[in-house]
């Protein structure tokens, strides 16, 4: 049911290594979207969903309860990261970078770990803890580093601690809890008020208040609840992830007209469609390439060709096409 849906709805979905996929299920899915569709078919197998990027994830409900935090929690620490040096900035946004990683039937986790290990760079120094396992095909689509990592090692109750400023990275088990620490500012009531409030409606919140703000501990699925509770007219509805265009990039027009915006931005926005590319960046510094550069560019109906030499005119790069991929390699 999940391969066919993947294959007509054109989305990727993963589907947990505890959940036996040949569960038989008796399922109607009339009259439902299509998350509330996967909402049911999980809660059947008593799994629950979490869209990560541009993946589905089906998983254990304790499991999938702790993903969105462990996901936010990490985001945080390299933000913290890029904040403590000028020189860390690349090193983040290098991180943050979307790409799609597929693996065939009887690959390995631990193998499967090593390509997004090599793909974003990081040594992983225990790689031992993932035991012998053989997985059938899937594909993580436009995903960050953070959320590759996160989606494979969830599935041995694993996460990981960033060290060496985040060129390594240590496996550990994930905490039996697994919270995120906020402030909120509370408008139009007492914090006194706001406070007994929450703490009658989420009886398990941890809530401390100081002066005009309240302190509140929980998962990140939780904190959303507590927005919406506390901005009752704000829309917080999760979307579904976008379809993402694996046409391989030969067999695309492209059209665009900007000014001055930075090679590294129009990159980004080519990822968001299914592009993905691939640099070595130490090699481009010593080769003196900036993406950050700023350039101007017009092209209408453009091939691939057309497209990509217009791009790089201005920088001493070459680039091989294959497939959704773009290499780039300094010109000597």
């Known amino acids: 049911m999940i391969q066919r849906i993947c294959s007509t709805q054109n989305i990727s979905i993963i589907l947990d290594r505890r959940i036996d996929p040949s569960l038989k299920l008796k399922l109607d899915l009339q009259n439902l979207t299509l998350e509330q569709g996967l909402q049911k078919l999980a809660a059947l197998a008593h799994a629950k969903t979490e869209i990560v990027g541009s993946t589905i994830y089906i998983g254990p409900e ?8 462990l996901l936010e929690l990490k985001s945080e620490e390299l933000a913290a990261l890029a904040d403590s040096g000028a020189e860390l900035k690349s090193r983040v946004l290098f991180l943050s970078r979307k790409k799609t990683f597929h693996y065939q039937d009887l690959d390995q986790p631990s193998d499967i770990l090593r390509q997004i290990a090599a793909a974003y760079q990081i040594t992983i120094n225990n790689g031992n803890q993932i035991p ?3 997985w059938t095909h899937g594909t993580l689509t436009s995903v960050n580093a953070i959320e590759a990592l996160s989606l494979i090692l969830i599935q041995f109750d694993l996460t990981y601690r960033w060290e060496e400023q985040a060129t390594q990275i240590q496996l550990i088990p994930i905490p039996d809890t697994v919270t995120i620490e906020k402030t909120y500012t509370p408008r139009g009531s007492s914090v006194v008020a706001v406070t007994r409030r929450l703490k009658e409606t989420f009886p398990e919140l941890s809530v401390a ?13 939780l904190h959303e609840k507590i927005e919406q509770f ?9 979307t579904m992830p976008q379809k993402v265009d694996a046409i391989p990039v030969q067999r695309r027009k492209f059209t665009l007209w900007v000014k001055n915006v930075p090679l590294l931005a129009i990159m980004k ?8 590319f691939e640099y070595d960046e130490d090699q481009l510094a010593d080769a003196g390439i900036d993406l950050g550069q700023q350039i101007d560019i017009s092209v209408n109906e453009a091939n691939a060709q057309e497209f990509f030499d217009s791009l790089f ?3 001493k790069l070459k680039y091989q096409i294959e497939g959704t991929r773009v290499t780039l390699i300094p010109n000597k």
Not at 62 to 67: E, H, Q
Not at 209 to 221: N, P, Q, Y
Not at 230 to 238: D, K, M, S, V
């Open 313 to 315: 005119r201005s920088f």
């Open 62 to 69: 304790t499991a999938a309860s702790k993903l969105k935090t």
């Open 209 to 221: 208040s100081s002066g005009k703000t309240i302190t509140v501990s929980a998962s990140s699925e």
């Open 132 to 134: 012998h396992d053989l």
């Open 269 to 276: 926005k080519l990822e968001q469609s299914g592009i993905e």
């Open 230 to 238: 506390l901005n009752p007219g704000a829309n917080f509805r999760n």
